[in-house]
């Protein structure tokens, strides 16, 4: 009892581990995200955290999974200044085939998004690259690249041990 009494009373002190909270270019980010991603604010911020601290590793940086292009505007933004290459794999019309056992999602969920609409969302990042496509069919231009950082967020259990298979050798 003493000990609950004592809790109401102390005063409420920020959570130190909010660290997104004072992280003005972080929330700046995430304003212009707003509306273009499933991801929410702790995972952005752990992403960007990711994509701060390669900057000034060798090798590109690539998301697979990108649907309305949120998170991938986070990290082209988050990488402008060290002008980092960022490669954006998707079909832009939604999951390809999808197991029936394995998956939650079916064929053409996310289709509510397209290339146009991801371009213009990212036109001022000069940092990026599209592939169109089923991931690895679009891969083979990146095959001789290494990498630094890669966002896979594919949902499917095929896409997943794909990009595993396919840029685990290359990081
Ligand atoms: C959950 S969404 C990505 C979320 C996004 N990063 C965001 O910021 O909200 C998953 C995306 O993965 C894509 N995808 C899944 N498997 C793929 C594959 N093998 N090739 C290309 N795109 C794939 C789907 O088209 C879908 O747009």
Not at 136 to 163: G, Q
Request: with cysteine.
């Amino acid at each position: 009892m003493f000990s609950f009494l004592n809790r109401k009373k102390r005063k409420k002190t920020p959570n130190p581990i909010h660290l997104w909270e004072e992280d003005g270019q972080f929330n700046a980010f995430m304003m212009e995200i707003s509306g273009h991603t499933l991801v929410d604010k702790v995972r952005c911020f752990m992403l960007y955290q990711y994509a701060k601290s390669v900057s000034c590793m060798s090798g590109d940086v690539a998301e697979i999974g990108v649907y309305k292009g949120g998170t991938a505007r986070l990290l082209a933004r988050t990488l402008q200044p060290s002008e980092k290459k960022i490669h954006l794999f998707d079909t832009f019309s939604g999951m390809p085939a999808t197991d029936n056992v394995k998956d939650y999602h079916r064929k053409g969920d996310f289709g509510d998004t397209c290339m146009e609409k991801v371009s213009e969302l990212l036109k001022d990042c000069s940092n990026v690259l599209f592939y169109q496509g089923l991931f690895p069919d679009t891969a083979k231009p990146v095959a001789e690249k290494s990498f630094c950082l890669v966002h896979v967020y594919v949902d499917i259990y095929r896409s997943v041990i794909d990009c595993c298979e396919f840029f685990y050798p290359r990081l």
